[in-house]
């Protein structure tokens, strides 16, 4: 009985919110400031450089050796140099935007929308079909289509699949992939949140008060860390995309 005086919000309530105007809402404006927080930061970083890098040059240059060397190193090969920023700026951009999460007022990681996770996956396709076609033109739609190696009579049935999930399916999971593991853990925390506040107005059922709240600490802390795991993922995954392009042989 008294658990049946929890009201739940509709779950369109943790999606949707009223526009600011002219059709910006809340993930606007956390793309926003996602967008100028490293950017200032790097800037800054590189304007105050100095042989013994300490504060904002210290995480700067801390950020792009942890991707030159776990990220693009790995997932390139011989080549890589050329495609750190970007995956740096993948890294970065996904990272801070996901924070937002457990930031309050905001409350919602930027990616639990699909519309970021897609433009990102989209970036991350066009440059991958012009890393191949730059540096090995027609070839590297055959490499890819026909791999070597194949017996010819299952060509008929290997480059159909070969080309709807390199060229289709690619930029669609490596959306979704982050789209939703930020999505369902906003719905793990919100539904934490709720179950705290609808316990401290329900008497003796408040008992379990302090379990929930518990339960919200440690998803809000693991959150945290799913937010670095998912951009790390989104950027190795783009650079091993990046590396098959580069060497289609292989």
Known sequence: MLLAAVEFPPIKNI???????????????????????????FLVAGRRAEMVPRGVQGFAETTVEFIEEQVAKPGIGVGYEPYVPLLVSFFV????????????????????????????????????????????????????LFPPGVPKALYFLVTP???????????????????ANM??????????????????????????????????VVFTAFEIGVSFIQAFVFAILAAVYIGGALHPAH
Not at 22 to 28: E, M, P, T, W, Y
């Open 15 to 41: 999606v949707e919110w009223p526009d600011f105007g002219a059709g910006f809402n809340k993930i606007g404006l956390i793309c926003a400031i996602a967008f100028a927080v490293p950017t200032i930061l």
């Open 93 to 144: 951009f996904i990272a801070i935007g996901n924070l937002f999460e457990v930031i309050p007022f905001f409350q919602m990681p930027m990616n639990a929308r699909m519309g970021p996770p897609l433009v990102f996956a989209l970036v991350a396709w066009a440059m991958f079909i012009g890393v191949g076609v730059r540096h090995n033109g027609a070839q590297y739609f055959k490499d890819v």
């Open 161 to 179: 699949i070969e080309f709807l999930s390199t060229f289709l399916v690619r930029p669609f999971s490596h959306a979704v992939r982050l789209f």
């Open 183 to 216: 999505l369902a853990g906003h719905i793990l925390l919100v539904t934490f949140s709720v179950l705290c506040i609808s316990l401290w107005s329900l008497g003796l059922v408040a008992v379990i008060l302090p379990f929930t709240f518990m339960g919200l």
